[in-house]
């Protein structure tokens, strides 16, 4: 029973795999420690050699081709999140709820600030990024109660763009390459 924690612990160890927590917008949420975490592959290009895939049957995959996009992005919003000031310890996590509501990507600041990202391959699945979005923040910020502060912002982040724009009030459709603009 020990196997797999033992050679998960050896790849992250290794900086091979990275995990990513759940997230739950109140800090002190027992969701958060109960959370199993994701974890993809510290180099998206990893599993594309593991699976002996060129670039032709790489994007002739389309499912397979998604995954690996996600991994890429899930790696670079890590790289900048940790280097804005005031970032969090675990800075990027993903929300999932029992509602089947799931949202790839919620970068935290320490103070509580926080933004959702859904990572979608092309133009054509931009509207459910969007649509889980207004779902999430309808969700959390809704109830006055539960003190939950709006996002800092939301955003659709896209692989085939040619152009960065507001989907609807408060979501940006944004292509990966402008990333690091």
């Not at 060129?54 to 899930?74: H, T």
């Not at 979005?133 to 959390?140: M, P, T």
Request: proline share 7%; hydrophobic share 40%.
């Amino acid at each position: 029973m020990q196997t797999l924690p033992s050679y998960l612990d050896m790849l992250e160890r290794h900086y091979l795999v990275c995990s990513v927590p759940g997230w739950a917008p109140p800090a002190r949420s027992p969701k958060r420690v109960r959370t199993k975490p994701k974890r993809y592959l510290a180099d998206p290009s990893l599993a594309v050699a593991a699976l002996g895939m060129s670039p032709d049957s790489l994007i002739s995959d389309w499912q397979a081709f998604g995954s690996v996009f996600e991994n890429l992005c899930m790696r670079d919003l890590e790289v900048y999140a940790r280097s804005i000031p005031g970032s969090a310890l675990e800075p990027v996590r993903y929300y999932r709820d029992d509602s089947g509501l799931e949202v790839d990507a919620v970068i935290e600041l320490d103070d509580g600030r926080w933004a959702a990202i859904e990572v979608k391959v092309s133009e054509d699945k931009v509207q459910d990024g969007v649509s889980s979005l207004k779902r999430l923040r309808k969700k959390l910020c809704a109830n006055a109660a539960a003190r939950t502060r709006e996002p800092e912002f939301m955003m659709v982040l896209v692989g085939m763009s040619d152009y960065a724009r507001e989907a609807e009030e408060g979501i940006s459709v944004v292509p990966v390459r402008a990333l690091g603009k």
